[in-house]
């Protein structure tokens, strides 16, 4: 397993570009099951859950490369039909596998997909998926651990669907019910839908195969069934929240970080929270006008405040960046309250961060974050995702050094972050653990 080892306080400077959406890539990948042409997308990101898709494709029965290429589109051809199951080994270590559920029971009638587990950042149940797809008329039973879903005879049926759960929509669940009801007879109306960017993506993706997709980006989404599907080739939008990550790095203590292809549009919750802490992000004069893809420069006012923080669905505050945004706040003076209301056990980055001096207080779905001076470097364990990027951040600006270990959490979704780290200026360094200790860093 390889670890980060990162020696902090370096200034950083530079430019940084994020790359196309993981979250979006996923369901758009699974989108090709929907039909027996190919499906051509630019920036798919090369990494772990990427290539886990592509390899759960090829035993869906497409015609996939080996990996994405962020020089070459990625080419995804259903050219057989027939097999229908996504094995728990794969899912267990992607739970986006179960996007494809809803293109499978649409387009080949069944689908037999393990269920997939809890995870470090809570429960992570799929009711919500099922009930949608139940609703389009889909038998769906549990099997020695596998969900298996039957379309009736004559196919999936359009109908009235509200996907409103305890904690909001659900952003797969509104894709499986979304690309199921694509190939459904009559209208689909899915009531409480995602908002999220990523949805737009899949809904554009969707209609460019021919779909009659409507209000995608609203809590209300309209579907018109067709008959059939066909190929195209699509543009992923860039990773809002690799993007979200990058903006953190620029607020850091004596960064100064210009962030390309940035999703600025759908940061806005971001950036208001930014601006609030005393952070100026700005649209460089040559950025493009797509703010989709913008080209943005973060700089750090003299003095920072704290701030309150709550995660909600799209278009608020994303999960995804709570932990980045913790360890921002760790080092900004007075207290600031981050309420973690997606994901209410998502904290599991609040022990490592304490261990490098941080000063945080944690009740329920709430911690307190009292900023202190700096903090302090320290061996530490990444638990998941956006956890690991949120030690990169607290080990760039801690002084002294880093270790932090499992960072294969981070390369599911931040492609070889380190050596796009480097140029700005960090001390980072990727080794084996099984190295650490030769290397005198133990
Ligand atoms: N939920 C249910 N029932 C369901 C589905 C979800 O109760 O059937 C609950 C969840 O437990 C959670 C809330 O609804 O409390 C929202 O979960 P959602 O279904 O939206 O999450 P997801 O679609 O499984 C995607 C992203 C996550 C991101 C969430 C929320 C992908 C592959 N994953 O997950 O990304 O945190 O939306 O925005 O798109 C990450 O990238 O680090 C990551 C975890």
Redesign the pocket.
Request: aromatic fraction near 6%.
């Given at each position: 397993m390889d670890a980060f080892v990162i020696e902090g306080a370096a200034p950083l400077t530079g430019s940084i570009k994020a790359n196309g959406s993981?979250?979006a890539a996923?369901p758009l990948m699974a989108a090709a099951l929907l039909m027996d042409e190919p499906l051509v997308l630019s920036d798919v990101p090369d990494l772990a859950d990427t290539r886990n898709m592509l390899h759960l494709l090829a035993e869906l029965g497409c015609d996939v490369p080996q990996r994405p290429s962020c020089d070459e589109p990625t080419t995804i051809h259903a050219a057989d039909a027939s097999p229908c199951t996504a094995r728990y080994d794969i899912v267990r270590t992607m739970?986006?596998s179960i996007c494809t559920l809803g293109p499978l029971l649409a387009r080949r009638g069944h689908a037999r997909i393990a269920m997939p587990g809890g995870c470090a950042?809570?429960?992570?149940?799929?009711?919500?998926?099922l009930r949608g797809l139940q609703a389009l008329g889909a038998e769906i039973e549990l099997d020695s651990g596998d969900i298996v879903a039957t379309a009736p005879t004559g196919g999936l049926r359009g109908a009235s669907i509200f996907l409103g759960?305890?904690?909001?929509p659900?952003?797969?669940?509104t894709a499986n019910v979304m690309s199921a009801a694509t190939l459904a007879q009559g209208e689909t109306i899915i009531e409480s839908a995602?908002c999220?960017p990523?949805i737009t993506d899949l809904a554009k993706l969707l209609n460019a195969m021919g779909a009659q997709i409507s209000g995608a980006g609203s809590p209300r989404i309209t579907i018109r069934g067709v008959r059939e599907l066909s190929g195209t080739s699509h543009r992923i939008i860039p990773d809002r929240?690799e993007a979200g990550t990058f903006l953190m790095l620029g607020a850091l203590d004596g960064a100064d970080i210009t962030v390309e292809n940035c999703p600025i549009d759908a940061l806005m919750a971001v950036c208001d929270r930014l601006e609030r802490i005393g952070i100026d992000i700005a649209l460089t004069p040559d950025s493009p006008t797509d703010l989709m893809r913008a080209t943005v420069t973060v700089s750090r006012r003299d003095s920072l405040q704290a701030t309150r923080l709550t995660t909600q669905p799209h278009p608020g505050f994303?999960?995804?960046l709570q932990a980045q945004a913790m360890a921002l706040l760790c080092t900004v003076r007075g207290h600031s309250i981050i309420t973690e209301r997606?994901?209410p056990e998502r904290f599991l980055h609040v022990p490592e961060l304490s261990r490098m001096g941080a000063q945080i207080f944690r009740q329920g779905p709430t911690a307190v974050v009292s900023g202190v001076d700096h903090l302090v470097g320290a061996p530490v364990m990444a638990s998941d995702?956006?956890a690991s990027a949120s030690l990169v951040l607290a080990g760039l600006a801690a002084q002294g050094q880093t270790i932090i270990r499992r960072v294969y959490h981070l390369d599911r979704?931040y492609a070889s972050l380190e050596d796009r780290l480097v140029p700005l200026g960090a001390q980072i360094q990727r080794v084996d653990e099984k190295d650490l200790a030769p290397i005198g860093v133990c």
């Open positions: 993981k979250n996923l739970r986006g950042i809570g429960d992570r149940p799929v009711d919500l998926h759960g305890a904690f909001g659900t952003v797969l669940g995602a999220e990523e929240i994303p999960t995804d997606i994901f995702l956006r979704g």
